[in-house]
């Protein structure tokens, strides 16, 4: 079953939106300027010495503080690979999404949502394709969340313009 009969099985209402294939948040950004909801980037990290599994939901103008993020998990952080990817979610690189967490029934993600974003009345997440967009509601948000038994942990990721300069 695909993410979207999943949404449309348990009664949660989206706006999709095709679009040609995006690589990049700045190509989305482009090509679709308009539309509503909060921007996202979507990062499967995994904390190597736990061994925990980690979804990323956060504004996409935004550059993540490895270093930080890895501090408040308590262990280094890195991105999963994609056999893990694979593994954990049953979807390739490029795929991930909040929506994955329909994948994971065993509840080995953990999911951090930006607050920026969780403050947003709906969340624009990509149906594990990148050819479309679907616009959710909070409650759908809410709801999908429920449903798939995922408790978004809100977190807070600082506006930074640059990487940091290394030394």
Do not use: Y
């Not at 503080?65 to 890195?78: E, F, M, N, P």
């Amino acid at each position: 079953m695909t993410v979207e009969q999943f949404l449309v099985r348990q009664h949660i209402n989206f706006t999709r939106i095709a679009h040609p294939p995006f690589a990049t948040c700045d190509e989305a950004n482009e090509q679709l300027p308009e539309l509503a909801g909060a921007r996202t980037k979507n990062l499967f990290i995994v904390a190597r010495r736990q061994r925990r599994f980690f979804l990323l939901v956060m504004a996409d103008h935004k550059i993540l503080d490895w270093s930080a993020l890895g501090k408040s998990i308590g262990d280094r952080v890195q991105l999963a690979s994609a056999d893990e990817l694979l593994e954990v979610l049953n979807i390739k690189p490029g795929a991930v999404s909040l929506l994955a967490l329909q994948r994971d029934p065993k509840h080995r993600v953990t999911l951090l949502m930006d607050e920026e974003v969780w403050s947003h009345s709906a969340i624009q997440c990509h149906p594990m394709v990148n050819t479309a967009t679907l616009v959710i509601s909070k409650p759908g948000i809410n709801k999908f969340l429920s449903i798939t038994g995922h408790e978004p942990v809100v977190i807070t990721i600082p506006e930074r313009t640059s990487q940091p300069e290394l030394a």
